[in-house]
């Protein structure tokens, strides 16, 4: 029952979450906890920690079971922020009424992303300007399903039939991938684009069988021996790094930059700091298409770690090593019905 965070002095780790991950490594037939640099506290649970057991436990997974991020190469004739955002699908409304769900995006950190590779720092297929999607979602209500089912019956505790939630998991797993790939699709058509299949899809809420054990991820992504794409903000870099975690690491990596504030924070200190206006144009230029004028103080880029600082920790324990980094050019959170209007006024999507 031990637990390591693989996190730098000059890191920024919550008490709480490593008091979270102490709490799960005293669940019975757990073994050990890794505590990624990006790890926060979660419901229940940490985010950003791999977790192995002789026990499945789902509520180590969460509800959003496969979510995760994929990279689409994405090939436009030419890129104008201010013509482009105002273009995106309204990704809330679901492609087929038969299939609950399907091509819909989600809340909280969700998000599509067009960026920019700004840097090449390894040998890849992508070149310095050439355009990427990033899209972050899961299983939408499917997973949340699956969870529900366990938890209405046994809580917190472990599933009575494990190799009954691992069908319905994977199930879930192959639905979020489908998803991204539909969202990706969506967003193509709706700005004339050329996509193809993703360079990387990995997912970070899961749970495998690893040599005889049960290996939770929440909030972490497999880190042996593939590509992984490790989110900023909407208003940083984020880092494709090529991913090389051993044992110690549950054989994973962070996801993603990790909050630093709870959404309730991040509400209050945003209204005090921030306008709307330039929560919609980020420090580095980007644009941000969200209706929701709440999400946007909840996903400012001020409410999260800096990432210099994870991929920093992830590189001086070996975990992984940097390949290229991308640059925002407009990220989608949610639908913001009124921004052609505003568009033909101010020149620009607010």
Same mark, same amino acid.
Request: hydrophobic content about 40%.
């Given at each position: 029952?031990?637990?390591?965070? @693989?996190?730098?002095?000059?890191?920024?780790?919550?008490?709480?979450?490593? &008091?979270?991950?102490?709490?799960?490594?005293?669940?019975?037939?757990?073994?050990?906890? *890794?505590?990624? /640099? #990006?790890?926060?506290?979660?419901?229940?649970? /940490?985010?950003?920690?791999?977790?192995?057991?002789?026990?499945?436990?789902?509520?180590? +997974?969460?509800? #959003?079971?496969?979510?995760?991020? *994929?990279?689409?190469?994405?090939?436009?004739?030419?890129? !104008?922020?201010?013509?482009?955002?105002?273009? @995106? /699908?309204?990704?809330?409304?679901? !492609?087929?009424?038969?299939?609950? =769900?399907?091509?819909?995006?989600?809340? =909280?950190?969700? @998000? !599509?992303?067009?960026?920019? +590779?700004?840097?090449?720092?390894?040998?890849?297929?992508?070149?310095?300007?050439?355009?990427?999607?990033?899209?972050?979602?899961?299983?939408?209500?499917?997973?949340?399903?699956?969870?529900?089912?366990?938890?209405?019956?046994?809580?917190?505790?472990?599933?009575?039939? /494990?190799?009954?939630?691992?069908?319905?998991?994977?199930?879930? +797993?192959?639905?979020?991938?489908?998803?991204?790939?539909?969202? *990706?699709?969506?967003?193509?058509?709706?700005?004339?684009?050329?996509?193809?299949?993703?360079?990387?899809?990995?997912?970070?809420?899961?749970?495998?069988?690893? #040599?005889?054990? %049960?290996?939770?991820?929440?909030?972490?992504?497999?880190?042996?021996?593939?590509?992984?794409?490790?989110?900023?903000?909407?208003?940083?870099?984020?880092?494709?790094?090529?991913?090389?975690?051993?044992?110690?690491?549950? %054989?994973?990596?962070?996801? =993603?930059?990790?909050?630093?504030?709870?959404? &309730?924070?991040?509400?209050?200190?945003?209204?005090?700091?921030?306008?709307?206006? $330039?929560?919609?144009?980020?420090?580095?230029?980007?644009?941000?298409?969200? =209706?929701?004028? $709440?999400?946007?103080?909840?996903?400012?880029?001020?409410? %999260?770690?800096?990432?210099?600082?994870?991929?920093?920790?992830?590189?001086?324990?070996?975990?992984?090593?940097?390949?290229?980094?991308?640059?925002?050019?407009?990220? %989608?959170?949610?639908?913001?019905?009124?921004?052609?209007?505003?568009?033909?006024?101010?020149?620009?999507?607010?």
């Amino acid at each position: 029952m031990s637990v390591t965070v @693989f996190a730098g002095e000059s890191s920024w780790i919550e008490s709480t979450a490593v &008091a979270q991950c102490h709490q799960v490594a005293a669940l019975d037939g757990m073994i050990h906890v *890794a505590g990624m /640099p #990006d790890l926060h506290p979660g419901k229940g649970a /940490p985010i950003g920690a791999a977790m192995t057991s002789r026990v499945l436990y789902p509520f180590l +997974v969460g509800s #959003d079971i496969g979510c995760g991020i *994929a990279v689409f190469p994405f090939r436009l004739k030419k890129v !104008v922020p201010e013509r482009l955002a105002p273009r @995106f /699908p309204d990704l809330d409304e679901p !492609v087929d009424s038969t299939d609950e =769900g399907l091509g819909t995006l989600g809340r =909280g950190n969700h @998000f !599509v992303e067009l960026a920019k +590779v700004d840097a090449v720092l390894a040998e890849t297929g992508l070149g310095v300007g050439e355009h990427v999607l990033i899209v972050h979602s899961g299983s939408r209500g499917l997973g949340e399903r699956i969870l529900r089912a366990h938890t209405e019956t046994h809580g917190a505790g472990p599933a009575a039939d /494990p190799a009954g939630y691992l069908e319905a998991h994977d199930s879930a +797993v192959r639905w979020a991938s489908r998803n991204r790939r539909t969202l *990706a699709a969506r967003v193509a058509e709706a700005l004339g684009a050329e996509v193809t299949e993703p360079i990387i899809d990995v997912c970070h809420n899961s749970v495998e069988v690893r #040599d005889g054990l %049960y290996l939770h991820r929440k909030g972490a992504a497999p880190g042996d021996g593939r590509e992984v794409l490790i989110a900023g903000t909407r208003g940083t870099r984020s880092y494709l790094v090529a991913a090389h975690a051993g044992a110690d690491a549950g %054989y994973s990596v962070a996801h =993603g930059a990790g909050r630093k504030m709870s959404r &309730a924070d991040a509400l209050r200190r945003g209204k005090a700091k921030h306008t709307i206006e $330039q929560l919609r144009r980020t420090p580095v230029g980007s644009l941000v298409v969200c =209706g929701d004028r $709440q999400l946007l103080f909840e996903e400012a880029p001020t409410a %999260y770690k800096r990432i210099e600082q994870v991929i920093e920790d992830l590189v001086t324990f070996g975990l992984a090593t940097p390949v290229l980094t991308t640059v925002p050019v407009i990220t %989608y959170k949610t639908a913001d019905r009124h921004a052609s209007h505003r568009g033909s006024r101010a020149g620009r999507p607010r």
